[in-house]
């Protein structure tokens, strides 16, 4: 791929003039709840408020508006499997632009939906983005279409850096930007936004431990980039060619973190910040509770780049977090088999305040005697110490009892 770039400041700065209007200001708020948990000062940058609920929107109104009247009648194509997809579509929509994107045939149906809800034209094709983008490419010669690359682009680029403009504009203070890294083009635009207009600034990108691709473009490695994570919208296995050498130039450091400590953003975006995070919209907290030594005491300014999260997986995430937490537990409780005694346990659980999830009574465990039974019930509580409390009392009450193990099969 051609890396040849004239990506400067200016070039954001003149996109972010071009497209001002044509998409959500979101802010940058302070977060005290996230402050608290991090140990940093920390503003939220709230992308999941643009129309589309992602910040893909800024690099596809700053690539239309720089096209000729013939290309717009033409049309536009893009590869995606989801927010590049949707902001293509929303804004092609908008100013009468035939879209077409091509997306991998295993796609969640509500991704499609959502795109051709927008207007677009989907094609499904190939198992893998890299298949698609095979195929965007080849209709795109066929058919005399303008190919708008999610992230190896300079007007896409440049306006995905409008996004670090209005956060400085908004918060003077800031000392670090924080980035989710996928293809690079985010990382970049913003790094050329913020630097121009506060040299002292860190940039840091974040990417998913399992994707470490622009931690090998940066170090020369060839880690392997494969699995299946919560940030899927940043599971890029080539970086942009453009974006490489201004990461290099511009950036502190690009970190990687863990499924564990992503799962944990998101719930964290939930419960303590009060908004939706996607996996790859919440990485930018995850880097705070992975590499706390960063960012510990400084004005630091997340990026929350999307909130397009399946709705089953958030339920998920929230209920494994209060399984972490310890506030849903699965208690495994030795009873006599007589009546009364689930009863006499359901009681308890109910005085203390303690809410019962489920019930399950087997009475045929080999390492029972044929006269006891075991109860696992599982319940939520407020924190460690109500779960402890609710434990003392049962055991005070007669029963034999342990926690079941969240890991075990």
């Known amino acids: ?110 991704k499609i939906r959502r795109t051709r809800d927008y207007g677009a034209t989907v094609v499904l094709e190939g198992e893998t983005l890299v298949d698609a983008a095979n195929a965007a490419t080849k209709l795109a010669d066929e058919q005399g279409l303008t190919f708008i690359h999610p992230y190896d682009d300079d007007e896409v680029i440049a306006g995905q850096g409008s996004l670090a403009l209005e956060m400085l504009g908004d918060v003077p203070d800031l000392e670090v930007i924080v980035v989710p890294v996928g293809g690079g083009g985010l990382i970049a635009g913003c790094a050329l936004a913020a630097k121009s207009m506060k040299n002292d600034i860190d940039i840091v990108g974040v990417e998913p431990a399992l994707y470490p691709s622009m931690t090998n473009a940066l170090q020369g490695r060839q880690k392997p980039c494969a699995g299946s994570t919560l940030a899927e919208g940043i599971a890029v296995r080539d970086i942009g060619a453009k974006a490489v050498p201004i990461v290099k130039a511009l950036t502190r450091a690009v970190v990687t973190v863990d499924e564990t400590n992503i799962e944990r953003g998101i719930a964290m975006f939930a419960t303590l910040g009060k908004t939706v995070a996607e996996g790859a ?129």
């Open 1 to 110: 791929m051609n890396a040849s770039s004239t990506l400067s400041a200016d070039t954001v700065k003149r996109a972010a003039a071009r497209i001002k209007g044509q998409i959500v200001h979101t802010p940058t708020l302070f977060s005290e709840a996230l402050s608290r948990a991090t140990g940093a000062n920390v503003f939220v940058k709230y992308e999941n408020m643009q129309h589309t609920g992602a910040f893909k929107a800024r690099g596809a109104i700053a690539k239309l508006t720089t096209m000729s009247e013939a290309q717009k009648k033409a049309g536009v194509i893009a590869m995606s499997a989801g927010n590049h997809a949707q902001g293509v579509a929303f804004h092609a929509g908008r100013l009468g632009v035939p879209a077409t994107i091509v997306m991998p045939k295993g796609t969640p149906f509500i």
């Open 281 to 409: 919209g919440a990485a930018s907290l995850s880097a705070l509770l992975e590499h706390p030594d960063m960012f510990q005491g400084r004005n630091v300014g997340l990026v929350l780049s999307g909130g397009n999260v399946d709705a089953r997986l958030l339920s998920s995430v929230l209920m494994r977090s209060l399984v972490r937490s310890g506030q849903v537990l699965t208690l495994l409780i030795e009873m006599p088999d007589k009546p009364g005694q689930l009863h006499a346990i359901a009681g308890i659980c109910a005085e203390l305040g303690a809410n019962v999830l489920e019930v399950s009574h087997g009475r045929f465990a080999m390492d029972l005697s044929a006269s006891s039974a075991r109860l696992a019930i599982t319940i939520e509580t407020r924190d460690e110490d109500h779960a402890r409390e609710v434990m003392d009392s049962i055991r005070a009450a007669g029963f034999k009892l342990h926690v079941r193990d969240p890991n075990a099969p």
